[in-house]
């Protein structure tokens, strides 16, 4: 099974940690975030990685050859400007459709800022039964953004806050507002369908399509910890947890 991690982000709201270095080497308790992002993976049986860079690329690159890859086989797609979470997984699509046996195994799409003890092996299962298209980590929490989903957790817009500006792309009863966790379940098959062009949003491409029908489908994740490590106090916050044993 293969995964990409999205990784190629400025780190604006983290810096100063982000002055001289890109937002995957900030360390969190002597770990980098992509150590820890690779770590997850492969604790899931994942050995096929490949990376989207761009701020400081070449310190992730001399990173991960000092540390000999971390024992995995891992590939860069440099981006020479910032194409978003949709257009950074359509440029690394060859990735996933280099050999005929993997193109109906799903593969993992993992932001590199947050991390979580979510099941990965569960949450593969679900997608693997249900047949998705993509199937998104949630939780129900607050959020300046939420996604929304009906009784059957299939996904039918999205909101901006509690009370903000609602878009639906289908019919929607029961409506059920989560929050995105950054870890996606992705079907080969989606790479196809990926019609936008440019940098642009994997968020916005999932709305199309589910807008046509297709199953982008919800996995609950409210039981699991999670952290998104999007400014230096949540930075500091995780590292106490990884000292409590929280997250392992």
Known sequence: MKAMILAAGLGTRLRLLTDDRPKAL??????????????????????????????????????????????????????????????????????????????????ILHNVDVISTIDLQRMVQLHIESRSLATLAVQARESSRYLLFDKRLQLCGRRSGRDGETELVRPLQHMQALAFCGIHVISPRLLAMMTEEGAFSIVDCYLRLAGREEKILAFRADECYWRDLGTPDKVMQAAQDLKQKVLL
């Open 26 to 107: 900030v360390e969190v308790a002597g770990r980098t975030l992509l150590e820890i992002a690779l770590s997850r993976l492969r604790a899931f049986g994942i050995g096929e990685v490949i990376v989207n860079v761009h701020h400081f690329a070449g310190m992730v690159l001399d990173y991960l050859k000092t540390n000999d890859n971390f024992g995995m086989r891992i590939e860069i797609s440099r981006e020479e400007v910032l194409l978003d979470t949709g257009g950074g997984l359509k440029k690394a699509a060859h990735f996933f459709l280099e050999d005929s046996s993997g193109l109906e195994e799903p593969f």
